[in-house]
């Protein structure tokens, strides 16, 4: 085995890889092992051992004959299980059938054609419709840092495979925060670009105008190399953000009820910041009440669109949670939809007048730490929430609004359940963002 | 169409297709409608009075 591959970024593998002091061989055996070490996480629909070790052979062959690709090639990797990868079924999560995927998603094949290894699909809150990942025909999701904890969701199995180092990162999607959600909950870094910078193609759609595809990863260098393959970009590595940055705080709404321990880790870390020698400021998002009310009326009939046929199929196929709240939504009325719609239009322009004089925004990527799996709801500063809405309530704003929103692990609380930190940046601009966030990431943490 | 009025509609089809578990959601969601319509309301002070919850 080879020692502290967990803790290894992905630039630095590259360069064992590349010099052939590690194979692509050694790091697919170690990671398959790893998985099956903790099948007690649920972590996966579907581990592709024997084609990740074949694909792993081939990328040896190519280092050895000098056909390098770059910093991703023989890097293992996983993906969400709502994504396609070729010649596998993309279940969603789901009993619901589901078909064999004919070919990659373009953000799956764009990551080959960068080198990466994928070793298995991994699991998630049925559909992306929720934020616990413990309705799924697979089991749930249990935290690496604490079994009893949810690794948060919807994109739960991805979070704890790269926690525990099956794999460098993983493909996740994002709707209201199911990339952001589960980072925090395990402390590691997800990232939602700008809407529509990924294609959502090959990828079952939760709610088509809020959809979001962003890699999950164990530091912002390695969540950069990704997103970068995964845009079809030139993937050059990080620069991180200099000096003279302002950010700005939303304090209204946002850190309106946080658990104390979270609220103690946000002051912190913002604090740091602070002397580190930024600045900050505390700036306000008018309307950002409203967010849960319009988020709901657009998601909530755009999931049960996609869904009509299989839900009157395959009703009893779905987890009951998952099937009421697509049920709900064939309820919702053209006119409140297009109402949110309206609304989402002024949250989009609140938040960019709140970025107006701001590199970036401040606040807490979830309001709680991981809750415990199948709890329904949670206490939050003294006051029992639904803990569906509770973990969305500080992230799904992004969505409605399309800017790049990253979380970052900002330590742990008193008993040892990582916390975390969003920062938001401006839309088309998530690269600027990346490197904002890798300025930040090790005053933070 | 009024919010209860929505509602009252709702309920009744969610019965009648067998799902009497929908109803404590939909009343959630109704709180919910009637506030996205107060923020309409709030935000486009011309909006005609059908746009209002009640």
């Known amino acids: 085995m080879i020692s502290g591959l967990e803790g290894r970024r992905i630039a630095d593998t590259a360069t064992l890889l590349r010099t052939r002091r590690i194979s692509a061989t050694e790091l697919v055996r170690e990671a398959i092992a790893r998985a099956e070490n903790r099948r007690d996480l649920n972590a996966f629909t579907l581990l592709m051992g024997d084609q990740a070790l074949a694909d792993a052979a081939e990328v040896d062959r190519e280092i050895a004959a000098g056909r390098y690709r770059g910093p991703l090639h023989g890097i293992p990797i996983t993906v969400k299980d709502l994504v396609d990868v070729r010649g596998t079924p993309t279940t969603g999560a789901s009993r619901v059938p589901a078909p064999i995927a004919s070919a990659d998603a373009p953000v799956v094949s764009r990551l080959r054609e960068a080198g990466v290894i994928i070793l298995g699909k991994t699991n998630l809150h049925e559909f992306a419709f929720g934020t616990t990942s413990d309705e799924t025909a697979f089991g749930a999701v249990a ?95 990080i620069a991180p953000a200099g000096g003279g940055l302002t950010f700005g705080v939303p304090r209204q709404y946002f850190f309106d009820r946080l658990e104390p321990g979270v609220r103690q880790s946000v002051d912190l870390a913002i604090a740091r910041v602070i002397d580190a020698g930024y600045t900050v400021r505390d700036t306000t998002i008018s309307g950002a009440e409203y967010t849960p009310d319009v988020y709901l009326h657009i998601c909530l009939p755009e999931a049960s669109c996609h869904h009509a046929a299989t839900l009157t199929e395959h009703a009893d196929k779905y987890s009951p949670g998952v099937r009421l709240r697509l049920e709900m939504g064939r309820y919702i009325l053209a006119e409140d939809y297009v109402r949110a719609m309206r609304l989402r239009t002024e949250l989009t322009a609140a938040v960019a007048r709140a970025l107006e004089r701001c590199d970036a925004l401040l606040l807490p990527t979830m309001p709680i730490p991981a809750p415990k799996i199948g709890a329904t709801t949670v206490d939050v500063d003294g006051v029992e929430a639904p803990v569906r809405a509770t973990m969305l309530s500080r992230t799904q704003l992004f969505n409605l609004t399309g800017h790049p929103a990253i979380a970052l692990p900002a330590g742990k609380g008193p008993e040892g359940l990582p916390r975390s930190i969003q920062v938001v940046g401006h839309r088309g601009r998530t690269e600027r963002l990346l490197d904002i966030a890798a300025a930040l990431e090790d005053i933070i943490h | 169409m009024t919010v209860e009025t929505w509602l009252a509609a709702a309920v009744a089809d969610a019965d009648t297709r067998g799902l009497p578990e929908l109803k404590p959601l939909l009343e959630t969601l109704a709180k919910s409608t009637a506030a996205l319509r107060r923020a309409e309301s709030a935000s486009r002070p011309s909006a005609p009075e059908a746009a209002k919850s009640s």
């Open chain 1, 143 to 237: 935290n690496p840092v604490d079994r009893t904890r949810s690794a948060g969701g919807s994109s739960g199995g991805s979070a704890a495979a790269v926690l525990t180092g099956i794999g460098f990162g993983s493909v996740g999607t994002d709707t209201g925060g199911s990339v952001r959600i589960p980072a925090a909950a395990c402390g590691i870094v997800g990232l939602k670009p700008t809407l529509g910078e990924l294609p959502c193609a090959g990828v079952i759609p939760l709610s088509t105008t809020l959809d979001h595809v962003g890699p999950l990863a164990r530091s912002v260098a390695d969540a950069s190399l990704l997103f970068q393959a995964m845009k079809s970009s030139n993937v050059h590595g």
